[in-house]
């Protein structure tokens, strides 16, 4: 099986969630490529997709956009998988709010891509730009004090969780020549 774990991101951290994800894939029998959505331009050598993107601005990021219409026509008729890193999902009502605002059901509705995943990243501060800070102060609703500001919020248990489900879900074995070799 030929797999592409595809990503969108700004810092580093969604990037960081996809290689993961593409380790652990390995271990199943399969060929994983993982790469920035940018660089994918043809999608018909892949029999799975799992996509990501980071969460700026209240959407999705514009990668992710340009893949999804680029590659629809392999997305419709292949099992696709998406995830999303935001820190809102950190909240109480954070899951169902990054669900309801953050993906735009009509797009997954007419790919069929229906198991999305929602993690939390990494946020440093000193490595987003002042338009970016304003825009994570100003959807703060102060209702729960950070203790950590500058902080790798990724939960990489649940995330691989999550992955392991989708070899499951398809039926994927592992085998242990290719999980010696991602170490």
Known sequence: MNILVGYASVHGSTAEVAEFIGRL???YESNVTVSALNDVQDCS???LFVIGSAIHAGMWLQEMSLFLERCADALKSHPTHMFITCIRVLEADGLQHSLEYYVHQPTLDKLGI???GVFAGKLDVDEIDWNERWLLASNYDGTESSKHINHDYRDW??????THQIARTLELKPTFEQAKHTE
């Not at 248990?157 to 999550?162: G, P, R, T």
């Open 25 to 27: 894939l390995r271990a």
């Open 45 to 47: 050598n892949y029999d």
């Open 114 to 116: 229906d198991n999305i």
């Open 157 to 162: 248990q649940e995330i691989a969780n999550w």
